[in-house]
Structures are given as structure tokens and as C-alpha cells.
């Protein structure tokens, strides 16, 4: 288990709930010993004006997840965890349904966390992967 703290999807979606995560209506899913998962609908708040998701609203679950259990992770209660980093590539399109993301760790440093985080379209097919590098910080 890497999670030192490990509430449930509820407490988790009540931190969305009025920032944007909330406003993209995404939806914690499942904890794992190893991995966090949640999803996000595939509507008019995430989609560009092609229709199609937008690459941005895919950045925003993927730092979302990453975030979140790099939190989650911490040891230290005087520690918090910010983004320095993220890239993604968008491979396949999704037009409709929901996206579902599972974050799992890279490396778990002292001062710095990687976390990759891979998006399924409903088909479980590979819509977009990103990697999120994130500090460690004291409050």
C-alpha cells in the first residue's frame, strides 16, 4: 500500500466539488494499494467545438488523479504536493460516453513524485497518456 491515507471516493469527490474538478464532473472511482481511478463524462463542459473531447479537459483528469495521490501519499502531515510538470499525448479521439483515468506512481521521491496516468475511452481503448512530475513541498 502507498497510500498513507486512504479515505473513500466520497471524501475524495467532496474535494472537487465547488473547484474544478466538481465543474468538469469528475468522479472518483476506486483506491487501490497502488493506483487511484476516477471518471469523467465526455459533455459539452469537456468536449471543443469539433465535438470531440478536449485534450485540455483530458490534462485536467490526468493532473487531477496524479495530484490527488500524490497527496494521498504524503507521509508527512506538514507536506502538500504541487504540479511541477505534465505532458500528454492524446491518441485516439472520443466523442461521446465517459473517459475513465487510473493513475499509478513512477517514482515516489522524498522531494518529487512521477505519476503516470493513462485515459480509456468506454471501449477500454487507449485515448491519452500523461506523465505528472509533482514537488513536495512543506507547508
Same mark, same amino acid.
Given at each position: 500500500?502507498?497510500?498513507? =491515507?486512504?479515505?473513500?471516493? *466520497?471524501?475524495?469527490?467532496?474535494?472537487?466539488?465547488? /473547484?474544478?474538478?466538481?465543474?468538469?464532473?469528475?468522479?472518483? @472511482? *476506486?483506491?487501490? *494499494?497502488?493506483?487511484?481511478?476516477?471518471?469523467?463524462?465526455?459533455?459539452?463542459? @469537456?468536449? $471543443?467545438?469539433?465535438?470531440?473531447?478536449?485534450?485540455?479537459?483530458?490534462?485536467?483528469? #490526468?493532473? @487531477?488523479?496524479?495530484?490527488? #495521490?500524490?497527496?494521498?501519499?504524503?507521509?508527512? &502531515? /506538514? &507536506?502538500?504536493?504541487?504540479? %511541477?510538470?505534465?505532458?500528454?499525448?492524446? %491518441?485516439?479521439?472520443?466523442?461521446?460516453? =465517459?473517459? =475513465?483515468? =487510473? #493513475?499509478?506512481?513512477?517514482?515516489?521521491?522524498?522531494? @518529487?513524485?512521477?505519476?503516470?496516468?493513462?485515459?480509456?475511452? *468506454?471501449?477500454?481503448?487507449?485515448?491519452?497518456?500523461?506523465?505528472?512530475?509533482? #514537488?513536495?513541498? $512543506?507547508?
Amino acid at each position: 500500500m502507498i497510500f498513507k =491515507k486512504k479515505p473513500d471516493t *466520497d471524501f475524495l469527490n467532496n474535494l472537487g466539488k465547488d /473547484n474544478m474538478s466538481g465543474f468538469l464532473e469528475i468522479n472518483f @472511482t *476506486d483506491i487501490g *494499494d497502488d493506483f487511484l481511478e476516477a471518471e469523467m463524462p465526455v459533455n459539452n463542459k @469537456t468536449k $471543443q467545438p469539433m465535438g470531440l473531447l478536449h485534450g485540455g479537459a483530458n490534462v485536467v483528469l #490526468a493532473e @487531477t488523479l496524479g495530484s490527488v #495521490a500524490a497527496m494521498l501519499s504524503l507521509e508527512n &502531515e /506538514n &507536506e502538500y504536493a504541487v504540479g %511541477l510538470e505534465i505532458n500528454a499525448n492524446h %491518441l485516439r479521439s472520443v466523442k461521446e460516453g =465517459k473517459v =475513465k483515468g =487510473k #493513475a499509478m506512481p513512477v517514482h515516489l521521491g522524498r522531494k @518529487t513524485q512521477v505519476w503516470e496516468i493513462k485515459i480509456w475511452d *468506454d471501449k477500454g481503448k487507449l485515448s491519452c497518456i500523461s506523465r505528472l512530475t509533482v #514537488a513536495i513541498l $512543506q507547508k
